[in-house]
């Protein structure tokens, strides 16, 4: 049986712990708001982009672009989102085994896949396992545009380098605070959109239709990296919150069930002591 | 004439616009064009600029960094990765940067490959500037 003093010193500990999780869960939260907004926000502009970029490479030769081009696939870069903390369940496990997953059943099919890991969880679990040629940590700190523009650049021109022939990104999808989906996207080469069946609008385009495109698809690969990085920051939160506020539950309830096993054993030594004292005067009197 | 244009502006961060206005003059790649009601289709990319608008007789200024702009069916969208109205802007710190930008210019040669971010960032002061000093006077 426990002492009555290890009993109370586990039920402050797990105070101490509850108290921690209870902050976490409403820093999460309020992280969450933000995020999701974001989120929210950035989506018109990723669809109005997508729209203006379907009518343009209407009625144009997909192979005329290098990014729209598609050459044989030999190397393969696959990115990875996570998030740089831990303490939100399996949303880092779920998305690095999925990563795993992939590596694993498209092996035979490509020569080589590399990966490259945004968020410092990836990193960790997958430098030891799979070929990790990059990674990045703590971006999510200050996500902005512009971080989420250069690392596209940097991706677009290893790709017009033939590092690799295919990039694809894998990250959690925002569903709800509760439910994250992990997401596969292809990010490169474009894949071309569908042609529109009725004859598409003649525009006048300034400079010239080719110029344009050369323009936007660029863009549209930034925007598509800031809309994964948006989704898998607010999916973190999410993940993050409802963790937290089940780990907040667990405690209480195991502080619950101290508490409980610590009155017994007060009232059995109440019980002891006086049994104690009145065998005592019993053998006094007698 | 009745018809108004329908103009969406959106940004990463946000959607700036949403509104009916009368006329729409932007800064394009290839010059400074205005956009009335029954325009043809058209689809350019603007430059570092000025975008103002006319909305029942007010003329309003936003100063945009780089995107597309798109006329259709009197639908007009802009796509920018900045905007800001003019009466956002501050005015000392639009001045500030511009003072940064030009002092950062007179160290560097064209060669540098920092010359372009600067001269980018000198060219988005000024506008803001132009723009800012718009507000206050209307």
Known sequence: MATLKSIKKRITSVKNTRQITKAMKMVSAAKLRRAQENVVAARPYARKLAEVLEKLADNQQTDSHPLLAQRDIEKVLLIVVTSDRGLCGGFNANLCKAAERFVKENRDQYSEINIMTIGRKGNEFLKNRQKVVKSYANIFGTLNYQTAALLAQEVIQGYLAEEYDKVYILFNAFKSVMTQEITLEQLLPVAPPEQAEETPTQYIYEPSQGALLDELLPKNIEVQMFRALLESLASEHGARMTAMDSASKNASEMIGKLTLIYNRARQAAITKELMEIISGAESIKG | ?138
């Open chain 2, 1 to 138: 004439m009745a018809e108004k244009l329908k103009v969406e502006l959106v940004t990463p961060y946000k959607k700036v616009l949403s509104e009916e206005v009368d006329e729409i003059t932007a800064t394009g790649t290839l010059g400074e064009f205005g956009v009335l009601p029954g325009h043809a289709p058209f689809l350019t990319s603007l430059k570092i600029g000025e975008l103002s608008y006319k909305k029942e007789g007010g003329i309003f200024n936003l100063a945009v960094n780089w995107g597309y702009f798109e006329v259709e069916n009197d639908t007009v969208t802009v796509l920018v990765e900045t905007a800001e109205r003019a009466d956002e802007i501050d005015l000392e710190r639009a001045k500030a940067a511009l003072g940064r930008a030009e002092e950062a210019l007179k160290k560097l040669t064209p060669e540098d490959k920092q010359y372009r971010v600067y001269e980018a960032a000198l060219e988005r002061a000024l506008i803001r500037v132009q723009v800012a000093g718009k507000a206050v006077r209307r």
